[in-house]
């Protein structure tokens, strides 16, 4: 079963402006871990964010915040001031004891960043 | 840059070849992971070595075989190669031994394999 879905296959957003890439989870697990990761087209994976399922805050780093809301089993990430760098794929994962820790993907949402 | 290396960054064969792809982790981290990401499967778990010895595994064909040497380093060993087989590999490490669902996993730049 897809234990994590992501349901835009791509976005466009202007330069400067914020967007946000939807990520939905499915675990029964209480403790699990969710991730962000951007793959530009060069290929490699970046990993951007991490947030724990008993974070009390939603975590932030830099341009790139998580809007996490558990009882929804969503985490979404917004991306702040758009630069031309972000356009990319984004993928949402996650890591729980029901898939053995295993990083489990989501399909991944492309960013196009317009000038 | 993660930190983790991956050669080579391309790989050109042909059916029924064997290749072997190599990885070397983080400083520091003992879990080395593999990933297979293709178009009509996206990002698929293969299988992880956690100091030396195989910790988990998950998608991976018979014909794929992995190991982690003394020194952390990895390689993946693809062999009887099928046009199926054409993806990006990548490596991944962690300093966890693959039962903390905190820890982030950090990716090497991949080895794009095409099978001709």
């Known amino acids: 079963a897809q234990k994590i879905t992501q349901t835009q296959p791509g976005m466009f957003v202007q330069e400067k402006e914020a967007v946000t890439l939807d990520c939905t989870y499915d675990?029964?697990?209480?403790?699990?871990?969710l991730f962000w990761y951007k793959q530009p087209s060069s290929g490699e994976m970046i990993f951007l964010i991490y947030?724990?399922?008993?974070?009390?805050q939603n975590a932030t780093e830099g341009r790139y915040s998580l809007n996490f809301q558990k009882a929804r089993k969503s985490a979404n990430l917004v991306i702040s001031a758009s630069q031309l760098g972000d356009s990319a794929m984004y993928f949402c994962?996650?890591?729980?004891?029901?898939?053995?820790?295993?990083?489990?993907f989501g399909a991944g949402t492309t960013v196009t960043v317009r000038a | 840059d993660s930190g983790v290396t991956q050669t080579p960054k391309h790989l050109i064969t042909a059916t029924g070849q064997r290749v072997t792809l190599r990885c070397s982790p983080r400083?520091?981290?003992?879990?080395v992971y593999w990933y297979q990401q293709s178009l009509d499967q996206g990002l698929q778990f293969l299988i992880q070595?956690?100091?030396?010895?195989?910790?988990a595994k998950g998608n991976i064909l018979e014909r794929f075989s992995a190991q982690q040497f003394p020194d952390l380093h990895s390689e993946l060993n693809l062999s009887s190669l099928e046009l199926g087989d054409s993806a990006l590999y990548f490596c991944?490490?962690?300093?966890?031994?693959?039962?903390?669902?905190?820890?982030?996993?950090?990716f090497g730049p991949g080895t794009r394999l095409t099978v001709l």
């Open positions: 991944a490490s962690s300093v966890e031994g693959g039962r903390d669902y905190t820890a982030t996993q950090y």
């Open positions: 675990t029964s697990d209480p403790s699990y871990g």
């Open positions: 947030q724990g399922s008993y974070d009390q």
């Open positions: 994962a996650m890591r729980d004891r029901s898939n053995d820790y295993k990083l489990s």
């Open positions: 400083s520091g981290d003992l879990s």
């Open positions: 070595y956690y100091n030396g010895e195989e910790r």
